[in-house]
């Protein structure tokens, strides 16, 4: 392949990048997050005070939920291709560079395709869960399969203490972005007004605090399994959630974790409108 073959190739991905296709994509799979995180934080406050009963506060329980519903087979598969919408956005990213002035950089490339094998593998088990053929399991046996899969490696307890302490990195992250509102630099501010824009606020702060806390704390389970070299100590979404039951405030914890899981499916749907793309 000639040079210039090579370059009108690449002019012709990104230009598919860029195209209103893909951008449909990635609102269609803030939508779809947004609904996830929506059911697992009304599911949350129903945990806080009916611990022994219920759904897992998690993917599987949002999804559950989501199949319960009148045409819920057709949203399930909504759902799931939406989210491939969103590992496609977030592959485009990777290949050629987001949004915004350093989007173009070698460490944001790289966030992004990690992004989009995240969403990648959210989609296929939605779509396994819609087809099912069990894609929406416990976030919790998982969490503990993993665990002793890799603890039973040579060298397996650095592989999860390292692991742990990348989510724990995650969540602090998280916990920055909500306090220093570093998502408002990803928002098309200029076409909201100035309630609107309030919300939002509200919403983003709320909901990234609510999951840094949430995945700072399944981290420190994660370090927690290694050090002891006890897999049965990781937990998933659902039994750290539940975690917040046992502290001192009782389920009120989980209830402010909760509300804020709510906070953020509602920001996520405001971004599937506002997201600079």
């Known amino acids: ?142 969490s503990k399969d993993v665990t002793a899969m890799a603890l039973g490696r040579p060298g397996g307890r650095w592989l999860v203490a390292v692991a742990g302490a990348v989510v724990v990195g995650v969540g602090a992250g998280l916990v920055v972005r909500a306090v220093m509102r570093k998502f408002r630099k990803h928002l098309r501010t200029a076409g909201m007004g100035r309630r609107t824009e309030r919300v939002v606020d509200v919403l983003g702060i709320a909901g990234n605090l609510s999951r840094g806390i949430l995945f700072g704390t399944a981290g420190v389970f994660a370090v927690v399994a290694a050090v002891r070299f006890e897999p049965e100590k990781a937990k998933g979404m659902d039994d750290t959630l539940r975690s917040f039951t046992e502290t001192p405030v009782g389920p009120w914890l989980l209830v402010v974790i909760a509300v804020g899981l709510l906070a953020f499916g509602a920001f996520s749907v405001a971004s599937a409108r506002y997201r600079e793309t």
């Open 1 to 142: 392949m000639t040079s210039e073959t090579t370059q009108r190739a690449h002019r012709t991905a990104r230009r598919a990048a860029n195209s209103s296709a893909v951008d449909r994509a990635a609102r269609a799979g803030f939508v779809a997050r947004g609904v996830i995180y929506l059911l697992i934080g009304a599911i949350a406050i129903r945990v806080a005070f009916h611990p022994s009963g219920g759904r897992q506060a998690d993917r599987s329980g949002a999804l559950a939920e989501i199949a319960e519903k009148p045409f819920g087979l057709f949203l399930l598969w909504a759902v799931g291709i939406a989210t491939a919408g969103m590992a496609l956005w977030r592959l485009s990213e990777a290949a050629f560079g987001a949004s915004g002035p350093d989007g173009g950089k070698a460490g944001k490339r790289l966030m992004s395709a990690g992004r989009a094998v995240f969403y990648g593998f959210v989609s296929y088990s939605v779509l396994a869960f819609a087809r099912g053929s069990g894609g929406g399991g416990s976030s919790d046996e998982k």
